[in-house]
């Protein structure tokens, strides 16, 4: 079945360091892809998304490219700041799921600590 | 954008006990909640989806007579783990959405002592 992957983390960094993490999926056909964000205490927020191959979603200086012949979508940020520690999620919603009340499927989670 | 009120953010159980976890949507009407599971280091994983005035959907291998889900209203759903136990012990969070966005409570950890 389809499924995400996200490199493992507590991933720590310093303010202003370049920030990559990881995430590959397996699904059939073109689902897809979003990376959500958990700040503590709240709920998780869309961050960014892609719905086609090669579409680059972009947030808050995040982004993220849809790589079809990778199977992947790989979140990147230039320079982090402390206010972007908070814990991240890849997800997909395949074909099946209609709109956004679909099901989404989610990689682990990985969380990114920035310090001062 | 819509906002969904999960209670409580954290509780404490004995074994055997149950727990009711409750999911609000505030200005929309929540046609649709999911419930997710996470364990420590995996993935969230969808357990059950229920549809207002209607009985839920369980993902298998999840007992639907150990997470009763009562979606009874537009706007309230809520999952009771019966009889917990240690193993129940998990990070639960629900879901909704529009046709547009999905919109996620704040989450529930849950330790069974």
């Known amino acids: 079945g389809d499924s995400v992957t996200q490199m493992e983390g507590p991933v720590t960094l310093s303010e202003e360091a370049f920030l990559t993490i990881n995430c590959t999926y397996t699904?059939?056909?073109?689902?897809?892809l979003f990376w959500y964000v958990q700040y503590p205490g709240e709920g998780l927020q869309l961050l960014l998304k892609?719905?086609?191959?090669?579409d680059k979603g972009s947030n808050k200086g995040f982004e993220a490219t849809y790589r079809k012949e990778t199977t992947s979508f790989h979140l990147e940020k230039g320079s982090v700041q402390v206010s972007d520690s908070a814990v991240y999620f890849c997800?997909?919603?395949?074909?099946?799921?209609?709109?956004?009340?679909?099901?989404?499927?989610f990689g682990q989670g990985t969380t990114l600590q920035v310090k001062p | 954008g819509a906002v969904v009120s999960q209670h409580p953010s954290r509780v404490i159980c004995k074994s055997g006990t149950s727990v009711k976890i409750e999911c609000r949507s505030l200005?929309?009407?929540?046609?649709?909640m999911f419930w997710y599971r996470q364990f420590p280091k995996q993935s969230l994983m969808l357990m059950a989806t229920?549809?207002?005035?209607?009985?839920?959907?369980?993902e298998q291998g999840v007992e639907k007579d150990k997470f009763l889900i009562n979606h009874a209203s537009l706007t309230l759903s809520t999952l009771t783990v019966t009889s917990a136990h240690p193993e129940d012990s998990s990070f639960y969070i629900c879901?909704?959405?529009?046709?547009?966005?999905?919109?996620f409570g704040q989450g529930t950890r849950l330790t069974v002592v």
């Open positions: 892609a719905t086609k191959a090669d």
């Open positions: 879901k909704t959405g529009t046709s547009t966005e999905a919109f």
């Open positions: 200005d929309f009407q929540a046609t649709t």
């Open positions: 229920s549809n207002e005035g209607s009985k839920a959907t369980y």
């Open positions: 699904a059939t056909g073109y689902p897809s």
């Open positions: 997800a997909l919603r395949g074909l099946g799921g209609s709109g956004n009340t679909g099901k989404l499927i």
